[in-house]
């Protein structure tokens, strides 16, 4: 790894800007070459405006040193790491590599972005020295946010070459690695793209329109929201065709190559400039504020219908994704029909491709897991439709089941994994037997590895070795956003004497589920609102704030390890902790302001004092750190990462970001073991130094000002009002005279429960869950 110090990229365009932005974030220097200057420079720049953003913080862009080939070719000797991104042309890539062979390092290593050239065409002509260093690095876009790095090595490539790039891009750039063969698409794209074209001829096949397909295709099959269609809208009908073709004109011995023909409605489609985002027509088209789907046969956009299937319901009441999928594949509706058959054709596929595309399953479900969004990969959802059973009705079908899946059958364990030994294993094709998936380290599976020890409705507690507790949100009505509930609280409480009861050394706070947390339970706070149970309301809000002070004055450890969403109460937990080790992409934010409330358990203390900390150096006086306070909360910021986290108060320059998600409990568990060498608990502070009436009156006079402008409500102004006395530390504080934490508690839990009680809050809360929108009232 420290062998790359400095990356070169060849080609400033959409995805070699992206990558130089990666880099960018990870803190390494890279120098992104083009045609020209101009081109270079108009490439990064443009890379600033891109969304989803490629940088977590766009002043890092300073890393990036934009060159052109005519004039700073000799500066690639000062690259570990070369990677080519220029267009899919095989002469223009080999032209290049000729190009750049004098100025390059000797050890440097060498790798194409490309999807759809072989290695060995590309390396016609080239010396032994470049052919042992160079390999495929297939990203996918965009590469701060997929996971999924495809490693594709030639007969060739080194070892030592193969080995540096894997662990320089799993620990530093943060990438999931799945190895592939050199054949054309490699993974994701080959099976990712023949499942969407396949779906969309059996879409047509059985007269379904989009949205029903769409409703079918998503979410419930564990797949991202955009399904088939609008998935295809965003990467573009053309590049989808694309893909495609290639697939098609290099499979000549591909059983199904003809799935990747492009259906003739396609085509008219693209002919008709209907490409999707892009053209802001594609499938989908936003008509007079709505979205509508397009006819197949006359190209026009009709208004949606409502997709209801008895069988979608059904599967909805299950709780797992894979209880989802059997539930909807063995129904026997129309639904069912097209799940039925879009997995058991897909299911077949993926198997005939190995060894082709990779040489073992575990590659080909991790692809599809990072790379295309499934929550299951391809074999997981095998052994959840049961491959036996799944396997007899195939063939009374007179569909063609791979050999080896047969052979597969008549194991001891006929599934394509299993656990044993605290270890998975899988189905190797080689050997005709399981063996287990080789271990990482920095990638600890709690449920595997580790021992449950406790659990209840939304919670569990693993031992995770080493003298480690590991507590898991897992909720019982949303296991997808793990909205706080009284389950989760208790199991938090319970922790404070269980911990070293148990001799514990520390306790690990998370979630095994896709987020962290997106908050409290808002349904339940709005019906005791309503029902004017204000004793209750304020009982909520104190045994919040009671828990989170008790974890972070526990006599062990306790380090939160937030991911994704983490939102309200969710921060508020992650926030009661000794040390944050958070994802890179951590989406965190007090966002209370937008149902008409301010945080209620301890939220308004936490940015308050991470923003007194943080600001102590500058001796700025008590007012400047409530101000940032009052804009983080008051606006209801959300981080787009982790980085931005800290500037928004979120998070400490003290915390421990992590760029790798699957790294995250191992970093944390580090983080335990580190603190409990020497621990001892914080105090609670008694010196508070705040504005009080004074800095109140500043931020009252501004709130005024906005309302006369018409910039905020008068609603608005209220909640802005609360939140501010509750930051200055009300009529007690001032310059000289400090006040508790505790009293900042106080306050906050006052005007929660005060706006809890207002009737405007009660319809923004009641907007907020209907439509999951903040209402303006």
Known sequence: MNEIKKVAILGAGVMGSQIAAHLANAGIPSLLFDLNQELAEKGLQAALKLKPAPFYNP???KLITPL??????????EAGWVVEVIAERLDWKQDLFRRILPHLNPDAIVTSNTSGLLIEDMLQGMPQNFRKNFLVTHFFNPPRYMHLLEIIRGKETGDKAVQTLVDFCENKLGKGIVYANDTVNFIANRIGVFGMMLTMQLAQKMQLRLEEVDKLTGPIMGRPKSATYRTADVVGLDTLAHVAQSSYDKGENDERRDVFKAPDFMLKMIDNNLLGQKTRAGFYKKV??????????????????????????????????????RALAYADDKAGKLVWELLSQTLIYAAN?????????VNVDRAMRWGFGWELGPFEIWDMLDPVRSVQRMKREGKQVPAWVNEMLQTETPFFYKESDKKRWFYSLPDKAHKPIPENVKQIQPKLQGTRVKKN??????DINDGVAFLDFHSVLKADLNPVDGSMLDMLAEMVEWIPAQKFKGLIISSLGPNFSAGANLQLLLEMSKAKNWKAVEQLSKTFQDITQALRFAPFPVISAPFNITLGGGFEISAASDRIVASAELYCGAVEVGVGLIPGAGGNLRVLMNFLNSMSRMRSGPFPPVQKAFETIGFGKVSSSAKEAVKLGYLQRSDTIVINPDHRIYEAKRAVLELAEHYQPPKEREDLFLPGPDGFAVIEDSLNSFLKLGKISEHDCLVGKKLAWVLCGGKEA????????QDVLDLEREAFVSLCGEKLSQERMAYMLKTGKPLRN
């Open 59 to 61: 002043r890092d862009i």
């Open 68 to 77: 052109n080939y005519e004039d700073h070719l000799t500066q690639l000797g």
């Open 288 to 325: 007079d504020g709505k979205i509508q789907s397009i006819n197949f046969e006359t190209l026009k956009y009709e208004p949606q219908i409502k997709v209801r299937f008895t069988s979608f319901k059904n599967a909805k009441s299950y709780s797992t994704t894979g209880e989802k999928i």
């Open 353 to 361: 491709r190995i060894p082709e595309i990779a040489d073992d399953l």
């Open 457 to 462: 409705w939304s919670a569990s507690v693993y």
């Open 734 to 741: 001032s310059a000289v005279n400090p006040v508790r934490e």
